[in-house]
């Protein structure tokens, strides 16, 4: 399971050079070959057509919460916090075949200093990669890849590293059609959280642990399971901050009057039979700003792979954001038109115990 990001600073916004790509490889010993299918999210791409992509890039999953996963009603007589029963949604693409397929040969580079060692790859058709060989986590059963940013000194001769700010991948011996339901995901407890992320043209690092602030979502047993759906679902109330998640400061209105609902709402579910899920969240109060019950513009769609050891066993997610802003372009203050790739999320990420 594959998760690397491209991601760039400085450039025009008619020329955003970011990707973020999701995939597999596998590996065959005989011969040594290597074979990758990924899903690519091309910054550039969504620039030219994203004037004819109403919903920026996001598309339906089929997957709707169930009835027992969405809580009661908030009212001012009764505070909880409840889910609303919206059809989750994804990054463009992902409920399909993935758009890019290579193939290769790999070989494995020991380093000569007595540190970890480097998989590489020469895929045909011109290109070399390479992995740092991190770790054998979950009692050897699990194969641990990681790629961060490498200067120029880092690199090992015969080695050329893509052009990526960061990449996390996990390989073992599961079929790649095997999964876990999101139910026994969850049962697991909760997972920490690596990221590289983009917004407004600049790349921040991210690392918590398993216990680190819940307002990311990644509290699993937060989360309530769904019954009759393959999906988990939370909430929880939105940031009091001046620029916190769904406050003023990021773009919601100004909070309602009694009864209502600020909150972030999460979900996660299956997209496909395979490894595939995806998260989705979002702010009701931009909901209520355009009338919807469901919010169908700037969501935030994050892409992911599930984790297995060679015992079956669910370890985690890989995965990237591709969220592109699709609400009509504003002018400034000055007069000039706003830039609205500064409002696109894009990230890569690992989501594991």
């Known amino acids: 399971m594959v998760a690397k990001g491209e991601l760039r600073t400085g450039e025009k916004k008619t020329a955003r050079n970011n990707r973020v790509k999701l995939g597999t490889y596998t590996f065959e010993p005989a011969g040594h070959k290597v074979t990758a299918d990924l899903y690519v999210w091309d910054h550039n791409r969504i620039i030219r057509f994203r004037p004819a992509d109403p919903y920026g890039s996001r598309e339906a999953t089929g997957q709707t919460p169930s009835k027992d996963c969405i809580g009661k009603p908030r009212t001012a007589s009764s505070p909880l916090l409840y889910v609303r029963r919206c059809e989750v949604h994804t990054a463009q693409g992902f409920t399909h075949t993935p758009s ?10 020991s380093a000569s200093d007595g540190g970890q060692g480097q998989l590489v790859i020469d ?43 960061g990449g996390f991948a996990y390989g073992s011996n599961t079929p790649l059609d095997v999964r876990r339901t999101l139910k026994s995901a969850q049962a697991g407890g909760n997972v920490g959280q690596e990221a590289w992320t983009w917004a407004r043209d600049t790349i921040t690092h991210v690392k918590e642990g398993r216990t680190g602030p819940t307002r990311r979502g990644y509290n699993l047993h937060a989360f309530r ?8 679902t939370w909430t929880h109330r939105s940031s009091n901050s001046v620029n916190g998640p769904c406050s003023r400061g990021a773009g919601c209105p100004a909070k309602g009057g009694p009864g209502g609902d600020d909150t972030i709402q999460y979900y996660i579910a299956r ?20 009338g919807e019950t469901c919010y169908s513009r700037n969501s935030h769609v994050q892409p992911m792979l599930q984790v297995l050891d060679d015992d079956g066993v669910f370890r985690g997610w890989v995965g990237v954001e591709a969220s592109f802003y699709n609400s009509p372009a504003r ?12 409002s696109d999320s894009l990230a890569v ?5």
């Open 100 to 109: 890019e397929h290579l193939t290769g040969t790999y070989h494995i580079q």
């Open 123 to 165: 895929w045909h058709g011109g290109g070399t990669e390479g992995w740092v060989l991190s770790g054998f986590g979950s009692g050897g059963k699990l194969a641990e890849l990681e790629a961060g940013a490498q200067s120029s000194s880092s690199k090992r001769a015969g080695v050329s590293y893509a052009d990526y700010t």
């Open 225 to 232: 399971s769904c019954a009759g759906s393959e999906c988990l």
């Open 271 to 290: 997209v496909g039979a395979d490894r595939r899920d995806t998260e989705w969240h979002w702010c009701t109060c931009l909901a209520r700003e355009h």
């Open 331 to 342: 002018k400034n203050p000055d007069g000039s038109i706003e830039d609205r790739t500064l």
């Open 349 to 353: 990420f690992r989501r594991m115990r």
